[in-house]
């Protein structure tokens, strides 16, 4: 069975619980971050910890652990599940238990679950998959936090469309980002992807450095009407690393198959990402 870390105790799943009355149960106020292993080793834990912190000081969440201490947990964590083979990460901070039920006092809990990783289907990186757009807003977008109710809604209405993720789309017509994932595209010689009120990205931001000797790149807004001059369309995300897009909405993307530019994106991110679990980066 896989263990968890709770509140100072590895507990086996079937044990790990918090209180009815702890604010992420009842406010959804909390924050969380997810990772993964690449042969077992967490991929940029010191980074997603340190946004696990900016997250919280977003909402005006206090940790009481320092960024070391909840690295130390994580692999500790990991270690300890070794029967897995490749793990996903959730680290949580929950708001901790309030006497009226709204005022954070300071006691959240740490939680740390690790799980088998989950395997996406392979056809989305081989013929590229669908994606929707949405006009949602989220709140603080900057902060990863528990209230993610936005994205559990519209990713049930990518699904009912036949896509796999929604871009959320703000009242001035700017695509912004997916529910969990982060987009870009080329147009023309240039690598664009939406510059600020979104999630940073681990992942985009691996991209970026990946990329940036290779390919002229653009940190700009992005008008949601730009969808028919995309040449080639792709969306990063820790789990899912990066999916090439050949539909938004109704409209195709190129000449409807993954782009060459893409496909050479993807092979630098696995080449990092082998080397990284080999401790080689
Ligand atoms: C809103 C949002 N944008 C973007 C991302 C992608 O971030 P990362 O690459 O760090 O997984 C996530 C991750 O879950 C997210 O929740």
């Known amino acids: 069975m896989d263990v968890y870390y709770i509140d100072g105790e590895f507990v086996t799943e079937d044990r790990a619980v918090i209180s009815a009355k702890d604010l992420a149960v009842l406010r959804g106020f909390g924050v969380f971050d997810f990772l993964i292993t690449y042969n077992r080793r967490p991929f940029y834990l010191e980074a997603h910890v340190q946004r696990l912190k900016n997250s919280a000081e977003k909402i005006g969440l206090q940790l009481n652990h320092t960024a070391e201490e909840i690295c130390d947990v994580v692999n500790e964590t990991v270690r300890r599940n070794s029967h897995q083979t490749e793990s996903n990460i959730r680290i949580v901070y929950t708001g901790g238990v309030s006497s009226d039920g709204v005022t954070p006092e300071g006691n959240g809990k740490l939680m740390v679950m690790v799980t088998p990783k989950l395997e996406l289907p392979e056809s989305w990186y081989t013929d590229g998959a669908k994606i929707i757009t949405l006009s949602i807003e ?137 080397a990284y679990g080999q401790q080689r980066v």
């Open 138 to 274: 989220r709140f603080i977008p900057e902060s990863k936090s528990t209230n993610y109710l936005s994205a559990v809604w519209a990713l049930q209405e990518a699904h009912r469309q036949g896509g796999i993720e929604s871009i959320y789309v703000d009242r001035n017509r700017r695509l912004l980002e997916g529910t969990t994932t982060n987009i870009f595209f080329f147009k023309k010689d240039k690598l664009v992807t939406p510059k600020s009120d979104i999630l940073p990205g681990i992942t985009r931001s691996v991209v970026l450095n990946l990329v940036k000797d290779r390919f002229d790149v653009q940190l700009r807004d992005v008008d949601k009407e730009e969808v028919d001059s995309m040449e080639e369309v792709f969306i990063t995300a820790s789990n899912r690393e990066i999916v090439p897009v050949v539909t938004i909405d109704d409209t195709r993307v190129g000449n409807g198959k993954p782009g060459e530019r893409t496909r050479q994106i993807m092979a630098l991110f696995r080449e990092y990402t082998t």
